[in-house]
T-cell receptor, first 110, second 112 residues
């Protein structure tokens, strides 16, 4: 079946540093990939989405590029802020039901 | 309004007792989902409604029921709660099944 792998469970960084959260996927369908962000005591919200190979998508300073050749959709930001501390989920869709990764908790220190 | 609402936000239940969780959305989305989320685990899809058609995951088929009396409303029903049901339950909806989802804030269920 389909699967999404996020290799980091916890990432801890100092404000202003760059970050990359890894996401790889396996799907038998043409992939549609998503990043969701969940801040404490809030609902998960869509951060980024893409189905276009090798095209960078950006939102709120975060960006990701879907690479079908390596089945990856890594999330990046050039300079993290304290407000970026949250739980980040990578998910695949495009078939009739979505598949989520375990999530990466990002903690940003002053 | 892109809000998905869930009630209650917190639920305490006794082992062996039933639990009913409620979700609503006013975006006229055709698909509504229920997930179970435990710490350090991926959200686990329990079931989803595509229009009026219920799809339940094979490994949770007998544990969870659901109803969708209209497009906006969807419930999750546990007939007899066990300790292993303690988790966050997330409801989501999407305009097209399998695509971008809008999530509710979740219901934290604790079974004692």
């Amino acid at each position: 079946g389909d699967s999404v792998t996020q290799t980091e469970g916890l990432v801890t960084l100092t404000k202003g540093l760059p970050v990359m959260l890894n996401c790889t996927y396996q799907t038998t369908y043409s992939p549609f990939l998503f990043w969701y962000v969940q801040h404490l005591n809030e609902a998960p919200k869509l951060l980024l989405k893409s189905s276009t190979d090798n095209k960078r998508t950006e939102h709120q300073g975060f960006y990701a590029t879907l690479h079908k050749s390596s089945s990856s959709f890594h999330l990046q930001k050039s300079s993290v802020q304290l407000s970026d501390s949250a739980l980040y989920f990578c998910a695949s869709g495009g078939n009739y039901k979505p598949t989520f990764g375990k999530g990466t908790s990002l903690v940003v220190h002053p | 309004d892109t809000t998905v609402k869930q009630n209650p936000r917190y639920k305490l239940a006794r082992v062996g007792k039933p639990v009913n969780l409620i979700c609503s959305q006013t975006m006229n989305h055709d698909t509504m989902y229920w997930y179970q989320k435990k710490p350090n685990q991926a959200p686990k899809l329990l079931l989803f409604y595509y229009d009026k058609i219920l799809n339940r995951e094979a490994d949770t088929f007998e544990k969870f029921q659901s109803s969708r009396p209209n497009n906006s409303f969807c419930s999750l029903y546990i007939g007899s709660a066990g300790l292993e049901y303690s988790a966050m339950y997330l409801c989501a909806s999407s305009r097209v099944r399998g695509y971008e989802q809008y999530f509710g804030p979740g219901t934290r269920l604790t079974v004692l």
